[in-house]
């Protein structure tokens, strides 16, 4: 039973760029939730989504977006990359919204801004 | 419920002792209380967690303490291994979403 999965697991770009970052759930799972973790930090909340809407939202800007596909799988985009972006984001995905049915992280996608 | 301190930000034991680490949180209402253990360049861990309903809950050498009244909550670590080192972050669960402590690090020494 193949756990969460992230694609690209390591990826550069340019100041100004736009990056796009995909997030496969665990199987049986069909909420998704983003998060952000700078080097040396804790991950911070990005937004949740649940049945393709985006349910929640922590204080990121709108350069921050998302979507979920009909088979719970999820993208987060940034638009207009800044330096600050440079992170390792994660996915985590679980059976349900509420946060006691606990998350199952992924590896997460290093980006580097440059 | 963005207020999660976390201390201490770095922790040295020798193999065998125990570790604790420590977590204040500021949301009342916040009800689930996950411990993540994160290896370098690996996800994190979900190692431990307590509901609010619960004072305490131990497994294996691991144990959480919840105080809802003083608004926090403690990892303790028995008899530590060298496999133990590791960032730990706790975490405050509030309805949809975690705020993370800032971590510790957590070195045992063989």
């Known amino acids: 039973d193949a756990g969460v999965t992230q694609s690209p697991t390591h990826l550069i770009k340019t100041r100004g760029q736009q990056v796009t970052l995909r997030c496969s759930p665990k199987?049986?799972?069909?909420?998704v939730s983003w998060y952000q973790q700078a080097l040396g930090q804790g991950p911070q909340f990005i937004f949740q989504?649940?049945?393709?809407?985006?349910?929640q939202r922590g204080n990121f800007p709108d350069r921050f977006s998302g979507h979920q596909f009909p088979n719970y799988s999820s993208e987060l985009n940034v638009n207009a990359l800044l330096l600050g972006d440079s992170a390792l984001y994660l996915c985590?995905?679980?059976?349900?919204?509420?946060?006691?049915?606990?998350?199952?992280f992924g590896s997460g996608t290093r980006l580097t801004v440059v | 419920g963005e207020n999660v301190e976390q201390h201490p930000s770095t922790l040295s034991v020798q193999e065998g002792d125990s570790a604790v680490i420590k977590c204040t949180y500021s949301d009342s209402a916040s009800n689930y209380f996950p411990w993540y253990k994160q290896e370098l360049g690996k996800r994190p861990q979900l190692i431990i967690d307590?509901?609010?309903?619960?004072g305490e809950k131990k497994d294996q050498r691991i144990a959480v303490t919840l105080n809802k009244t003083a608004k926090h909550f403690s990892l303790h670590i028995t008899e530590t291994q060298p496999e133990d080192s590791a960032v730990y972050f706790c975490?405050?669960?509030?309805?949809?979403?975690?705020?993370f402590g800032s971590g510790t690090k957590l070195n045992v020494k063989p």
């Open positions: 985590a995905s679980s059976p349900g919204t509420g946060v006691s049915y606990g998350y199952t």
């Open positions: 307590i509901r609010s309903n619960v």
């Open positions: 199987s049986g799972h069909d909420t």
């Open positions: 989504y649940y049945e393709e809407e985006e349910r």
């Open positions: 975490a405050e669960g509030n309805f949809n979403k975690f705020y």
